[in-house]
T-cell receptor, first 116, second 117 residues
Framework: KAGVTQTPRYLIKTRGQQVTLSCSPI?????VSWYQQTPGQGLQFLFE???????NKGNFPGRFSGRQFSNSRSEMNVSTLELGDSALYLC???????????????FGDGTRLSIL | GENVEQHPSTLSVQEGDSAVIKCTYS??????FPWYKQELGKRPQLIID?????GEKKDQRIAVTLNKTAKHFSLHITETQPEDSAVYFC????????????????FGKGTLLTVNP
C-alpha cells in the first residue's frame, strides 16, 4: 500500500497570505489528523477529520481550518499567515482514528512551510 | 488535563548500552500509548505501542512498560546501535476538549537519543 502523501513538500509564503496543504491517507484509512511540528513545541494537534466531519480540534486559532473529502483526502488551510506559522505540518492517517478504538496513526513526510 | 511530559530531552549512550525514556500523562482516561521514532528530515514512524490492559510489551530490542496507577510509561532500548540515533516521541490518547469518547493523541516534546560508536 502507498503511504500517506502530503503535497507540496515545501512552501514559502509571506505574511498575510493564505495557504492550502493537502494530505492523501493510506488507502482504506478514513481518519486524517493534522499536526504542527516546531523545534520548541514538538508535535501539536490541530484537528482530526473522519467521514468528512471534524471530530476533534486542538488549541489553535480560527485561522487554521480544514476539510475532508468523500475519498478521505484532506486539506488544511491557514489564512492571514504570521511569522510564527513557520513549521513542519504533518498529517497522519488511521483506520478509524483515535476517537474510535485508538488505532495507530501513520504519518506523511510533511509540508515545510516558511513565512517570510 | 491532557499533559504528556517526557524525560530526558537529550540522552547520549555508548553503543551496546541500554537507553530508557520516560513519560507521564495526566488524563486518567488515556488508554493507548504509542512511541514514534523520527530521524532527521524524516517522518515520525511508529515503533511500538501499548494499550492500557497490558503492562508490558516487547519487540526485539525495544520494550515499553506501563504503570496506570502512577500514570507513567517508559521506552526501553537494549543493545543500542548507531542507527537508533533519532528523536523519540511518546504519546497518549487524551480526551478532546468536549470530553466524551473522541480521543486525540497528545505528544511529549521528544527525546534526542545519540548512540556513540
Amino acid at each position: 500500500k502507498a503511504g500517506v502523501t502530503q503535497t507540496p513538500r515545501y512552501l514559502i509564503k509571506t505574511r498575510g497570505q493564505q495557504v492550502t496543504l493537502s494530505c492523501s491517507p493510506i488507502s482504506g484509512h478514513r481518519s486524517v489528523s493534522w499536526y504542527q511540528q516546531t523545534p520548541g513545541q514538538g508535535l501539536q494537534f490541530l484537528f482530526e477529520y473522519f467521514s468528512e466531519t471534524q471530530r476533534n480540534k486542538g488549541n489553535f486559532p480560527g485561522r487554521f481550518s480544514g476539510r475532508q473529502f468523500s475519498n478521505s483526502r484532506s486539506e488544511m488551510n491557514v489564512s492571514t499567515l504570521e511569522l510564527g506559522d513557520s513549521a513542519l505540518y504533518l498529517c497522519a492517517s488511521s483506520l478509524y482514528g483515535s476517537g474510535a478504538g485508538n488505532q495507530p496513526q501513520h504519518f506523511g513526510d510533511g509540508t515545510r512551510l516558511s513565512i517570510l | 488535563g491532557e499533559n504528556v511530559e517526557q524525560h530526558p530531552s537529550t540522552l547520549s549512550v555508548q553503543e551496546g548500552d541500554s537507553a530508557v525514556i520516560k513519560c507521564t500523562y495526566s488524563d486518567s482516561a488515556s488508554n493507548y500509548f504509542p512511541w514514534y521514532k523520527q530521524e532527521l528530515g524524516k517522518r515520525p514512524q511508529l515503533i511500538i505501542d501499548i494499550r492500557s490492559n497490558v503492562g508490558e510489551k516487547k519487540d526485539q530490542r525495544i520494550a515499553v512498560t506501563l504503570n496506570k496507577t502512577a500514570k507513567h510509561f517508559s521506552l526501553h532500548i537494549t543493545e543500542t546501535q548507531p542507527e537508533d540515533s533519532a528523536v523519540y516521541f511518546c504519546a497518549a490518547s487524551t480526551r478532546g476538549r468536549s470530553g466524551g469518547s473522541n480521543y486525540k493523541l497528545t505528544f511529549g516534546k521528544g527525546t534526542l537519543l545519540t548512540v556513540n560508536p
